[in-house]
């Protein structure tokens, strides 16, 4: 074989050479140094030491003692950041680093930690924790390896107590407050397995006060010290949605009775009665059976039930006259709150005309908002609105319409315990959930993008219109110029 028929010629060996070294650097970052900026370790600068004119890149202790991060001069929703003594930060949506409890997701540990929930004390540095802790994030007790919550069953502390550490509604942390079943996986050699009585903080206070294996059928049991449980086999089980004789519904959770409040049921724990989704369940236990609006519900938000299943059912009017928008925000179907929303022709069912419209933080429809049509559709303007004056009063509480139900879809999945935990940066509760961001018009996740992204159709249609006319103009004159220099 030829040397020239190689794919290495001396012609062209150093260019190929190179395209591959180039490549080799761009997959192992050398040209990427932005991609692990937060990965490594990062100098604590001091902003009042930095000369006049620089421009800040990093993290800094800025004059007012807060740090931050930067990036070209401008702080940054930064996440976890590691500074060269081994502190680490969290700058949050505050552009600063915070202090108390806060849930950290993904995204935004740089790959510094897992995802979870961690403290930072009043110096802004992650509190690496190892071991016990009791009356901890949300009231409960936890054993932390390098502060992630650990499912290691039965552990003993240093003054002889029992905990026993297991995975409740996705979270690593003690059984609380309940008889619980200790199976032989769980006890670690540590104590014998079966039922034990754990108190308010998680320590093992003794046997428990039920039946022990063997002693009960299986079936749903209503007992003496109160409780709901479901038994099998002897022993009670998290058997999930179970429905007694007269027709209740009871949620058993993993804490092994039935439970009050709001929680979210997988679908491997409905058992087929009911699709997966969050329910309530009253002081008796009983799954409250929905349907209507309910406003200042789950987390706070407005919903439309149709057998305990949130609708995005679209626009409906309450027996007051209010109307609300009920529409899949996230992966929820639930009410437009407090924001202007465009409603499409689809979601209005006829009641209302299609528009934008200002809702309030309930969810309520308090106005119609007028766009001032005398801006030409290229200007490029925004517009501008105003808002008439709201429709009606409402009541707090109302009764169910009667509507197009629509389709139904999962909601979230994630559980809670009857109740929500607000977040104050300096009480150390965790960070308030970050609601998610409604759809408004000329974004382009809404139906009401169209007049935007029609302008800029316009704007880019004539631009290349105009070019292709101008080309064959130039061509023309050059031709007439180049004819004119050959024949003076």
């Not at 754990?198 to 063997?214: H, I, M, R, S, Y």
């Not at 027996?319 to 899949?328: E, I, L, Q, R």
């Not at 169209?450 to 159709?457: A, E, L, T, Y």
Request: aromatic share 12%; glycine share 12%.
């Amino acid at each position: 074989m030829s040397l020239n028929n190689t794919w290495f010629t001396k012609r062209n060996g150093l260019w190929r050479i190179a395209s591959v070294v180039v490549l080799l650097c761009m997959v192992m970052g050398v040209f990427l140094p932005f991609a692990s900026l937060r990965t490594s370790a990062e100098t604590l600068q001091d902003a009042g030491a930095l000369e006049e004119g620089a421009v800040k890149n990093g993290l800094f202790r800025d004059t007012d003692g807060e740090i931050r991060y930067y990036e070209n001069g401008i702080a940054t929703y930064a996440g976890l950041v590691k500074d060269e003594n081994g502190y680490i930060y969290f700058i949050n949506q505050t552009l600063r680093a915070v202090y108390g409890y806060y849930a950290i997701s993904e995204e935004l540990t740089n790959g510094i930690m897992p995802a979870g929930f961690y403290a930072f004390d009043e110096d802004r540095h992650m509190e690496i924790r190892n071991g016990i802790y009791t009356n901890d994030w949300q009231g409960y007790t936890y054993y932390f390896v390098n502060s992630i919550p650990q499912a290691v069953g039965v552990v003993q502390d240093t003054d002889g107590k029992y905990y026993c550490f297991t995975t409740i509604f996705g979270t690593n942390r003690a059984v609380e407050n309940c008889d619980f079943y200790v199976t032989e996986d769980l006890a670690n050699g540590l104590i014998t397995p079966g039922l034990y009585r754990f108190d308010e903080v998680g320590a093992l206070v003794g046997k428990g006060g039920v039946a022990v294996p063997g002693s009960k059928p299986d079936g749903l049991y209503f007992e003496d010290d109160g409780r709901i449980r479901y038994y099998q086999n002897g022993v009670p089980i998290a058997a999930g949605l179970v429905q007694a004789e007269d027709g209740s519904i009871y949620f058993i959770s993993l804490l092994r009775y039935a439970v009050k409040g709001y929680y979210a049921v997988s679908e491997e724990m409905t058992n087929g009665i009911l699709p997966a989704g969050f329910y309530a369940f009253g002081e008796d236990y009983k799954l409250e059976i929905r349907n209507g609006i309910y406003t200042n519900d789950w987390l706070g938000h407005t919903y439309y039930f149709v057998n305990s299943v949130p609708q995005a059912v679209g626009v409906v009017q309450d027996a007051d006259g209010n109307y609300y928008c009920f529409t899949k925000i996230g992966s929820t179907n639930r009410a437009v709150e407090d924001c202007e929303f465009y409603v499409t022709e689809e979601m209005t069912n006829g009641l209302i005309p299609a528009g934008t419209y200002l809702f309030d933080k309930t969810g309520m429809m308090i106005g119609a908002v007028e766009t001032d049509e005398s801006e030409s559709a290229s200007s490029g303007a925004e517009e501008t609105v105003t808002v008439t004056e709201p429709i009606t009063n409402r009541e707090e509480e109302t009764p169910a319409p009667e509507i197009p139900t629509g389709s139904v879809t999962e909601p979230v999945t994630e559980p809670v315990t009857g109740q929500t935990t607000e977040t104050t940066e300096n009480t150390g509760k965790p960070d308030e959930t970050k609601k998610e961001e409604l759809p408004q018009p000329g974004q382009e996740e809404t139906t009401s993008e169209g007049g935007q992204s029609g302008k800029k159709g316009c704007k880019s249609s004539a631009g290349l219109g105009v070019l292709v006319l101008l080309v064959p103009v130039a061509c023309l004159v050059s031709r007439k110029k180049g004819s004119g220099h050959r024949h003076p």
